[in-house]
């Protein structure tokens, strides 16, 4: 091969490497933008992406108006359940003793709460009473086990966004990791229990233990068929993992397993029942 041939083939191979590399690098800005898009940044009053699960994909049809809702003004939140072939969900198992959970945060993951709407059967519409204490955006995870086409009894969680008052004035606050293990939510002092070194895609078991002036408590309720339950999720993204308490007891330890998907920070809200009322606790991590 003479010194031209070779200059020829190298300046192809390196026309092509670059070529190649700029299709990449284009088509993952692509992806980008798309899962933006569709992970509801900059948009105001709506944005959810269907959910996969089993062998339909669902979204939430919202049949209320958000488009003016006020920070600390109760009101109804009205949506159905619809599949990838457009039918209404009517069908629903119950799983830890709802057909509906319903998963309220600001969109920093603050304000988190859990609630549990009604349902009307005959049209297939859910209805929760909301009240949303300040301004800002939030997003509302609906979570849920069809009943049909779900022969493995997979549960779902879907989502929409909207905006709270004047949601130009609204600051997303900063989602820290916690550095004190200890902390008192209402008359509790709770400590969470993890390990030091958290690395995604790895099964982590994770505690809590509660404690109130001075003494362990070992009265715990069952809240909702489970010991505790752990509603965890990602900052800027929100990735939603709901899990629960793997024995049962009565305290003063909570036990959970989980896996982190991603590298990043979460937040984890945990919720217990003690002498009939409902305890939120929350701890934030780093996973590596
Ligand atoms: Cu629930």
Not at 141 to 166: C, M, R, W
Not at 251 to 267: A, R, V, W
């Amino acid at each position: 091969m003479n010194n031209m041939n070779r200059y020829i083939i190298v300046s192809i191979i390196l026309i092509g490497a670059l070529a190649l590399g700029f299709y990449l690098f284009s088509s993952s800005q692509k992806e980008k933008s798309n899962s933006q898009q569709k992970g509801g940044h900059g948009v105001t009053t709506g944005g959810h992406q269907p959910v996969t699960q089993g062998q339909r994909s669902y979204e939430p049809e919202i049949t209320s108006d958000t488009t003016n809702i006020k920070p600390n003004q109760p009101i109804k939140f009205n949506y159905k359940i619809k599949n990838d072939k457009g039918e209404i969900l009517k069908n629903y198992e119950i799983a830890h003793e709802k057909i509906m959970h319903f998963i309220v945060v600001r969109k920093d993951l603050r304000n988190f709460q859990h609630l549990h709407p009604d349902f009307n059967q005959a049209t297939g519409e859910f209805t929760v009473d909301i009240t949303l204490p300040t301004e800002g955006r939030y997003r509302l995870f609906p979570d849920f086990t069809p009943a049909e086409d779900n022969s493995q009894k997979l549960p779902a969680t879907v989502y929409h966004d909207i905006g709270v008052g004047d949601v130009s004035k609204y600051k997303s606050q900063p989602v820290t990791p916690d550095t004190q293990v200890k902390k008192t939510v209402d008359s509790y002092l709770v400590t969470h229990n993890l390990p030091s070194n958290l690395t995604k895609r790895q099964e982590v078991s994770y505690s809590l233990t509660i404690e109130r002036n001075g003494e362990p408590i070992t009265d715990l309720q069952v809240y909702l068929g489970a010991l505790g339950h752990s509603v965890i999720l990602k900052e800027e993204t929100l990735d939603f993992i709901h899990t629960h308490a793997s024995e049962t007891g009565t305290g003063p330890k909570i036990e959970f397993t989980t896996t982190f998907p991603e590298s990043g920070i979460y937040k984890i809200f945990t919720q217990f029942q003690h002498q009939n009322k409902v305890i939120t606790t929350d701890y934030v991590i780093r996973v590596n």
